[in-house]
């Protein structure tokens, strides 16, 4: 189990956080995982028969093709408690590989391009069109992604630490469901139930559950067998033990909050605080420049900048995709991986208020061209005004690439809020202190 998750489905396949599945990715950077396939030379009716198989082969179908919930269900229900932080520890070590082996030496690559010269802001009155045309062909964002390494070295590694903090994350989601259900059948024989709503105004009880003085039903059926077989006395104490020890069982685990999920965040933040590279230079005066930087938050920014881009061509004057989109081939654990590593770094604050999507984004909110995402009339006669622009096409901005980009943006933005918000509710990270901006240079 170990070997599918670290070699095959989180290099190889993308997740959705909506439907919360891996599925195999269309296109593969690296090798492919190709597994040993043991053949039996028994038919396959040998044990239960063809009028099994077929029926079994019809209820199975639908579960085929992706793994998801309904897969680690089945997991769990044949690993052994002890199998479990197994799994867990050959999953960090795939994320300390992809953090060593890959993201870092790509990192200092992209961080080189950076350090050369500011990335500006483009002005909110030339509207989104012209703000992702300005970022697109700016000198540094184009030495990035033309670094052939880029997307199957950078963008993979991000991809793999994504995908399998998804999967902790999911297991830890299965794991308490699984609890729950297992709490809720045996709650009962243990006359333990939970507190009924508290009115309004009220203070809220200590623990979540109630356990009543009276025996249980399971506890009254055994006391009255002991009874009669001469040892109710014994069978009393024996019976309040349980009780106790199980109301401290049930106590402990809601004080303790244990979760394997913010168990990993702490791991790899140590890991974080030992390497210097997602740091990048820090200003020489103390004052960071808005339209420079190359700490990981600018880095990501720009990755995902371009991660959003759709590749695009003119086939009979008709502007159509090219090659299949980023997101198609890596899904959302390129978010996952980037906002994780954001919010461990304690840059969040930072790249949510500098990124380059989030900042397209905000002057087409400003100016109410979500609709149609191209230059209102009063963008338009501003741009015709300018003797800089005066050659500029304005009707060339509007391009498909212009409004996938847009889409792939605003969906890319609510995946971050997403993950930000999940690991939030798990670590809190302090962020940069005694850290001041200085105003957008004039252009």
């Given amino acids: 189990i170990a070997e599918e998750l670290c070699q095959d489905i989180f290099p190889q396949w993308t997740f959705c956080s909506g439907t919360r599945r891996f599925v195999p990715s269309l296109r593969i950077y690296g090798e492919k995982y190709v597994r040993e396939i043991h053949k039996v030379k028994l038919p396959k009716y040998f044990w239960y028969g063809n009028g099994y198989n077929h029926p079994n082969g019809q209820i199975q179908g639908p579960y085929k093709n992706f793994f998801g919930a309904e897969h680690i269900h089945a997991l769990l229900s044949i690993l052994d408690t002890a199998d479990i932080p197994y799994i867990l520890k050959e999953v960090i070590s795939s994320i300390e590989r992809a953090l060593g082996e890959a993201l870092m030496p790509s990192m200092e690559k992209v961080q080189q391009v950076l350090q050369k010269a500011p990335i500006p802001l483009p002005a909110g009155h030339l509207g989104p069109a012209v703000a992702y045309q300005g970022l697109w062909n700016n000198s540094l964002v184009k030495a990035v992604r033309a670094w052939p390494a880029l997307k199957t070295v950078f963008f993979q590694s991000l991809r793999e630490i994504g995908n399998a903090f998804a999967f902790v994350h999911l297991l830890e989601s299965i794991l308490n469901e699984r609890s729950d259900e297992q709490f809720t059948q045996v709650a009962f024989y243990l006359a333990i139930k939970p507190h009924p709503p508290t009115q309004h105004g009220s203070q809220p009880p ?108 003119i086939i009979d004057g008709k502007e159509v995709l090219s090659d299949i989109e980023e997101h198609a081939k890596l899904g959302d654990g390129f978010a996952w991986g980037g906002c994780i590593l954001v919010h461990l770094l304690g840059y969040a604050a930072r790249f949510e208020m500098l990124d380059l999507c989030n900042h397209i984004l905000g002057i087409a909110d400003s100016d109410d061209t979500t609709r149609d995402l191209g230059l209102t009339p009063d963008q338009k006669k501003k741009l015709a005004k300018t003797s800089q622009t005066s050659a500029l096409n304005v009707g060339a901005m509007e391009t498909t690439a212009m409004k996938k980009f847009m889409y792939n943006a605003r969906y890319a933005w609510s995946v971050n809020n997403m993950v930000f918000s999940t690991i939030r509710s798990y670590c809190t990270v302090d962020p940069v202190k005694n850290l001041r901006f200085s105003p957008p240079k004039a252009s």
């Fill in 206 to 313: 200590m623990t979540p559950y109630i356990h009543e003085n009276k025996t249980s039903p399971l506890y009254g059926t055994i006391s009255k067998v002991y009874e009669m077989l001469g040892g109710g006395s014994l069978m009393q104490q024996e019976i309040k033990q349980n009780m106790m020890k199980s109301e401290q069982y049930m106590n402990g685990i809601v004080n303790s909050r244990r979760s394997i999920f913010a168990a990993m965040l702490r791991r790899v933040s140590t890991i974080l605080e030992t390497v210097e590279v997602f740091d990048g230079s820090a200003p020489a005066n103390g004052v960071l420049d808005t339209h420079s930087g190359s700490d990981f938050a600018r880095v990501f920014s720009v990755a995902q900048f371009i991660f959003c881009v759709s590749p695009t061509k």
